[in-house]
C-alpha cells in the first residue's frame, strides 16, 4: 500500500482535440478523491459534485449520495455527475469533482463527443485509482 505522500500526487488525463478537448485532474488524498475537469474554449468552473458512497437502501450492494452545486446557468454538473457516481461507487471513497467546459454554438456532434470523452475519462481514472 502506497504511504500517504504517494497517494497526494495528482494525475491529469486528457482526451479529445479542438473544441471538444478535455482534462481530467485527479488527487487521492488518501480519504477521498478531489478532481477538476475542465476543456473546451473556455475552461471554468461551472459547478461541482460531491458523491458519498453508502450501503444500498435496498439493502444489497453500494449506493451514492450526490450533492450538486451548479453555477447559475452552468450545465457543466450534469457531466460530472454520472463521473462522481460510477468513481465513488467503485472506489468505495467520497469523490469530489470541479467542472467547466465551454464551447460556444457546441453542435449536437461536439456535445455528443465530450460525454464520450468524459466516460473514457473516468475509466482511465478508475483503472489507475484502483491499482493503488
Request: with cysteine; charged share 25%.
Amino acid at each position: 500500500m502506497p504511504n500517504h505522500s504517494e497517494k497526494l500526487v495528482p494525475f491529469t488525463l486528457h482526451k479529445g482535440e479542438g473544441r471538444c478537448a478535455l482534462s481530467l485532474m485527479i488527487m487521492d488524498t488518501g480519504a477521498g478523491i478531489q478532481g477538476l475537469l475542465t476543456g473546451g474554449e473556455k475552461p471554468h468552473i461551472g459547478g461541482s459534485v460531491l458523491g458519498v458512497p453508502r450501503p444500498s437502501l435496498a439493502g444489497e450492494g453500494q449506493g451514492v449520495d450526490l450533492y450538486v452545486i451548479p453555477v447559475p446557468g452552468h450545465k457543466d454538473v450534469e457531466v460530472a455527475r454520472p463521473l462522481v457516481e460510477r468513481l465513488a461507487r467503485r472506489l468505495n471513497q467520497t469523490v469530489a469533482i470541479s467542472a467547466g467546459i465551454h464551447c460556444d454554438q457546441i453542435t449536437d456532434t461536439e456535445l455528443s463527443e465530450i460525454w464520450r470523452s468524459c466516460e473514457t475519462l473516468g475509466e482511465e481514472a478508475l483503472r489507475l485509482l484502483s491499482r493503488k
